[in-house]
Each structure stands twice: as C-alpha cells, then as structure tokens.
C-alpha cells in the first residue's frame, strides 16, 4: 500500500487516538509569523546556478565533501543529505536554451530547510529536539534531546530533515539558518556569498514587500536588486524576468519564512504543492495525545516486556 507522507500522520493518528484510551485528537489554531521573524527571498530568475552559496553553506557549517560520483574529487552532491543541507538543482526541458522558460529552458531552484511558520517537524518531534525560535522564527535542533525516533522526516512536507545513517551517533541534519553567526552580526552563509542578489536575507516582511514589488515590475524594466542582505546598499542592476504572479511559501503550508519567486511553475521546479493550512496542528495535538503523561510508550514497553515474558516461559519449558 503507497502511504503518503503526508497521510502517516493521519494515519498514526488512529494509532494514537487507541493507545491513549479514545482521547481525541483535535487540531489546535495554526501558529502565526513573529513580527522580527527573519528568512530569505529566493529569486529563481536572478540564481545563475554557480553554487557559491553550496559552498558557503558547507565551508560555514563545517559540513563534510560528499562525492556522489564515481571517482569524483570535488564535492557533487546529487540532493540534500546528512552532509549537505544546501543544493541548487535544475529544470531543464526540450533544447534547454532559454533561462526561465517552461518551453526549450531551464530554471535552477535552491532547496533547503523553509523555517515554516508553524513547522510539522517541530509539532511531530515527542521531545522538543525540534524549536521554533520565539523571536526569529528559526527552527532549530538540539542533538542532545534527540531520541533518533525520525517522526521529524516523515513530518515535513519539504523532505528536509536528514538522518546521519552512517554514524555511530546519528543525529538529524538540517539548515538552521546559520543562526550560529547571528550572535557575531551575521546572517546566513548563502545569502552573504550569493553574487547576484538571488538569496538574500531580511525580515520576512521586509522579504515580502520585496517580492511583492517585483511582481509589479515589467520584464525587461531595470530593476536594482538587493545583494546578500534585503538592508544591503550593494545592489546587482540588471532587466527583470517574466515573474510567475504567485510567492511560494508566502502562504503553502501554512506559510514559511524562506520566499520563493521564479518564471517556471513551483511544482515543475519539484517544489510540493500544499494546502494553505499547516499539518502541525494536527500532528501536535496526536504527539502531545498519545505522549501525554508518556502512556503511548509505556503501553509499548509494557507490550515489548510481556512479548519477551513469554518468549522466555517459552524458551525455559
Ligand atoms: S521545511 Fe521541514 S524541516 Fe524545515 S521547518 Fe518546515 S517542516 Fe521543519
Ligand atoms: S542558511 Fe546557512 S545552513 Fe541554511 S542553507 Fe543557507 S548557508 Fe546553509
Ligand atoms: S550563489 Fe546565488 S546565484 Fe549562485 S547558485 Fe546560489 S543562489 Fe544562485
């Protein structure tokens, strides 16, 4: 049977609704942006693909080389991974000759973690591995809370979170927005080494304001592009694309500090297509149901030890 990830949940639900005694699981209100929530507009249209921001992102998060192909020297990853939480990818069609066309073109798009106004992952963490940052929005992990239970990848509807397989003491990967640089007046690696303005970093709603005014510009009008930072006076000073009117994460999934704009349809650049209404509220309130009081666990503890009880009665006669 093909369950989506989407549907485990809901499904789990069922599960939890049985070993919490019946307690239903009601959604709570979704969860709303914080005024100094900061994030990231992405421009597809201004994104040259050359990876500088791959490379910032490794180099500043102390994240290793990963070679996904044969004899390869150089760092090639192929998608996001526990060793790279950053990656330009390409859609590409027909001849592939024209930038931002659906037709005979190409388009890049940048994948990383969303910093969603009300994150599934952190609704579907049981032990707080996974915070929202009250002020900043960001979402963040703690590896010393994590138990490694994973609900956290299925949760997220942008397949973001990644666990270390290949480690002894595994724990989950993802962007946290280079919030380690914050405290030092930095911002995020791949926003300050973009060279075109295709990242940039901001208030989200400064973000917002910015894609909204693209929107309205006319392509092929010269248009002043923000470079690295939204407040930044360093600008790139080149025509406008023909923009799809739609900001994606402005309201997908229940909205999402990270924005995207782009001239190829999102779903072609494999960006998921999502109600406007955030699944965390649904999965938190079957985590905090079924970990209540820690009955879940402890109806499958009680069942593991009864199983091995009998394994042994068994084994001894
Ligand atoms: S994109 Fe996924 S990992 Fe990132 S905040 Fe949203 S739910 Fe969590
Ligand atoms: S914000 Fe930092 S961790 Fe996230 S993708 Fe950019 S460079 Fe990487
Ligand atoms: S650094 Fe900027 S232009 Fe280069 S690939 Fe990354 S987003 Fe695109």
């Not at 930038?99 to 579907?124: L, N, Q, W």
């Not at 900043?136 to 956290?152: F, L, M």
């Not at 080494?193 to 392509?219: I, M």
Request: with cysteine; net charge positive; charged share 20%.
């Amino acid at each position: 049977m093909d369950i989506k990830r989407r549907n485990f949940l809901k499904i789990a639900a069922g599960g939890g609704l049985l070993l919490a005694g019946g307690v239903p699981a009601m959604a709570r209100e979704p969860k709303k942006l914080s005024p100094e929530a900061v994030g990231m507009l992405y421009d597809a249209t201004a994104c040259i693909g050359c990876r500088a921001c791959q490379t910032a992102c490794k180099q500043h998060n102390e994240m290793p080389v990963e070679h996904s192909t044969p004899n390869s020297v150089w760092d090639d990853p192929v998608d996001l991974s526990s060793k790279t939480l950053n990656i330009i990818k390409v859609y590409a069609t027909g001849t592939a000759l024209n930038k931002d066309s659906e037709t005979d073109g190409y388009s890049f798009i940048k994948r990383h973690c969303m910093h969603c106004v009300d994150p599934a992952c952190v609704s579907a963490c049981p032990v707080s591995a996974l915070k929202k940052h009250a002020q900043t929005g960001v979402v963040s992990y703690d590896k010393g809370a994590c138990i490694g239970c994973r609900y956290c990848q299925l949760a997220c509807p942008y397949n973001i979170p990644k666990f270390e397989f290949d480690k002894p003491f595994p724990q989950i990967r993802k962007c946290q927005l280079c919030d380690h640089r914050f405290k030092d007046n930095k911002y995020s690696a791949c926003c300050e080494f973009c060279p075109t303005g295709a990242s940039v970093f901001g208030k989200v709603s400064d973000l917002l304001a910015e894609a909204q005014k693209r929107l309205t510009l006319k392509p092929g009008e010269y248009y002043n592009y923000p470079v690295a930072h939204i407040k930044s006076a360093q600008v790139s000073y080149r025509p406008v694309a023909k923009y799809l009117p739609r900001i994606y994460g402005e309201k997908e999934g229940g909205g999402s500090q990270v924005l995207m704009l782009a001239a190829v349809p999102f779903e072609k650049l494999g960006m998921p297509a999502l109600d406007e209404k955030s699944d965390a509220a649904f999965s938190e309130n079957i985590q905090h149901t079924v970990y209540k009081g820690m009955i879940g666990p402890g109806v499958l503890l009680a069942g593991l030890l009864f199983a091995a009880y009998k394994n042994t009665n068994k084994s001894d006669e």
